[in-house]
């Protein structure tokens, strides 16, 4: 079976991991920081917001059984993507919007999906989501990874 990768931030990303841990087609996913300026940087390195990472979650997905088009659909569905350096209570750009592509198929895929859901009116702000070339994926602790899962929850209680 061959996977495909795909990075996405969306705010505290223990329920981001959640969430995609659930989709149909999804292989693996884990929690991590990227988009910074510090090589191996610690939750509390990251926490400081003065690295630059975001708190990302790394989807390897089958893309037989699931396309990027659905993981971008779950993206946009399980945030607010226009607030800026936040989701709900989280304050820092470690909660930004971001979505990190592999492929230009993945940029593109992204882009077209970003204006059609600003054009959708979906949202009353404009969207602030960043899309960037994705960069080195650091893996969070262990004891960030499945979270949720392991203290029996489902999502953060915000």
Same mark, same amino acid.
């Given at each position: ?20 841990r659930?989709?149909?087609?999804v ?7 990227a ?26 997905f ?13 993206f ?26 592999? %492929? &230009?198929?993945?940029?593109? @895929?992204? !882009?077209?999906?970003?204006?059609? /859901? =600003? *054009?959708? $009116? ?11 070339p %994705? &960069?080195?994926?650091?893996? @969070?602790? !262990?004891?960030?990874?499945?979270? /949720? =899962? *392991?203290? $029996? ?6």
């Amino acid at each position: 079976m061959m996977t495909e990768k795909a990075m996405f931030g969306a705010g505290c990303f223990w329920g981001v991991e959640a969430t995609f841990r659930n989709v149909n087609g999804v292989t693996n996913a884990a929690v991590g920081y990227a988009g910074g300026k510090t090589d191996d940087p610690t939750y509390e390195d990251v926490c400081s917001d003065e690295t630059g990472h975001a708190e990302v979650v790394e989807v390897e997905f089958d893309p037989t059984k699931v396309r990027y088009e659905q993981l971008l659909d779950v993206f946009w569905s399980s945030h607010n993507p226009t607030t800026l350096n936040r989701q709900g209570p989280d304050v820092g750009s470690q909660y930004r919007s971001v979505i990190f592509f592999f %492929a &230009p198929e993945q940029q593109t @895929a992204a !882009e077209e999906a970003k204006v059609k /859901l =600003e *054009k959708s $009116g979906r949202f009353p702000r404009p969207i602030v989501t960043q899309i960037e070339p %994705a &960069p080195k994926f650091h893996r @969070a602790e !262990e004891y960030h990874q499945r979270y /949720l =899962e *392991k203290r $029996g929850q489902s999502h953060c209680a915000i």
